[in-house]
């Protein structure tokens, strides 16, 4: 394996067990609606830097390989990702989470 997939699949594991530790922390939570929405929002802008910074770095990723001589079809694979992956975060920012 590749560095690359060895820090990804890092990232991956990471990312996971923080998701578990937040969601086990917050399973029985008794709240009231208000509450609820409060932590929702304060939950949302917390994630809102953290998409951007994803959003950028993407970006960086995909310009700086661009027309890197390689098959057709992982191109149009690459194109593709970038393109759902843009649309997803920026739609989170536009809405606001």
């Known amino acids: 394996m590749s560095a690359f997939t060895i820090g990804l699949l890092a990232g991956l594991v990471a990312v996971l067990v923080v998701a ?3 969601k086990w922390r917050s399973r029985n939570m008794p ?3 208000a509450e609820k929405a ?8 917390r994630m809102l830097p953290a998409l951007v910074i994803i959003f950028l770095s993407q970006q960086v990723t ?3 390989q661009l ?3 390689g098959h057709v079809s992982a ?3 690459k194109i593709s990702a970038w393109l759902l992956l843009s649309v997803v975060l920026l739609l989170g920012l536009a809405t606001k989470g």
């Open 20 to 22: 578990l530790a937040i």
């Open 31 to 33: 709240m009231s609606v």
């Open 38 to 45: 409060e932590f929702l929002t304060n939950r949302r802008a």
């Open 62 to 64: 995909f310009f700086s």
């Open 67 to 69: 027309s890197g001589g």
């Open 75 to 77: 191109e149009k694979a």
